[in-house]
């Protein structure tokens, strides 16, 4: 999963401020899935991309969080006003076709203070 | 609602005691099975995928199997290296979704 990128690695936030988790895929893959893990929790699915699509975004928070996945870099997922409940280790993961769920990056650890 | 539950929560081993995590599921249609390795601080990496009951998969000293209602991995003559969370997720059809267990945490002591 060393080709899934993911950036920054970690990220502190003061409440009130934005915050942008970056995703690069593995060359070829077109599909990006964000995720997000709270301490104790299980993995938490949040939304489903293609290039310049939004597939499924029903595990999104319906304020203050959204996502993109443009046709030329990243795809992005960015929480405004943070919260201390935000707190969490954000993941992408990435794939094209049947084994989409195969590969995860490291993750943004986002401390909100 | 679509349930996936990993048992034990944690499970301590001594290095070549053989054992097996469960993860029992409740969903309609299932799609697809998986299983990852999640080491602290790091993204989940990519064990198996199961489609059918009865299906079995190895790597190593791992071994997944499948039922209809749960899905086991076994791990044989472990190593302190295999200790990590051990996650399991299900994928139904007509979704694009991991649900995701809240994992086992196996410690192997040498």
């Known amino acids: 999963n060393a080709g899934v990128m993911q950036n920054p690695r970690h990220l502190v936030r003061r409440r009130g401020q934005e915050a942008r988790l970056r995703c690069s895929p593995m060359?070829?893959?077109?599909?990006v899935y964000w995720y997000r893990q709270l301490p104790e929790e299980g993995l938490k699915f949040m939304v489903y991309l293609q290039k310049e699509n939004i597939i499924d975004e029903s595990g999104m928070p319906k304020e203050r969080f959204s996502a993109e996945f443009p046709k030329e870099g990243p795809s992005i997922l960015r929480i405004q006003q943070v919260v201390r409940g935000d707190s969490a280790a954000y993941f992408c993961?990435?794939?094209?076709?049947?084994?989409?769920?195969?590969?995860f990056g490291q993750g943004t650890r986002l401390t909100v203070v | 609602e679509d349930q996936v539950t990993q048992s034990p929560e944690a499970l301590r081993l001594q290095e070549g005691e053989s054992s097996s995590l469960n993860c029992s599921y409740t969903?309609?249609?299932?799609?697809?099975l998986f299983w990852y390795r999640q080491d602290p601080g790091k993204g989940p990496e990519f064990l198996f995928t199961?489609?059918?009951a009865g299906e079995e998969k190895e790597k190593e000293r791992l071994k997944a199997t499948l039922t209809k209602k749960e899905s086991f991995l076994h791990i044989t003559a472990p190593k302190p290296e295999d200790s990590a969370t051990y996650l399991c997720a299900v994928l139904k059809g007509g979704s694009e979704k991991l649900v995701f267990g809240k994992g086992t945490k196996l410690t192997v002591n040498p």
């Open positions: 060359k070829g893959h077109s599909h």
């Open positions: 993961a990435t794939g094209v076709g049947s084994r989409t769920e195969a590969f």
């Open positions: 969903v309609s249609g299932l799609r697809g």
């Open positions: 199961l489609y059918s």
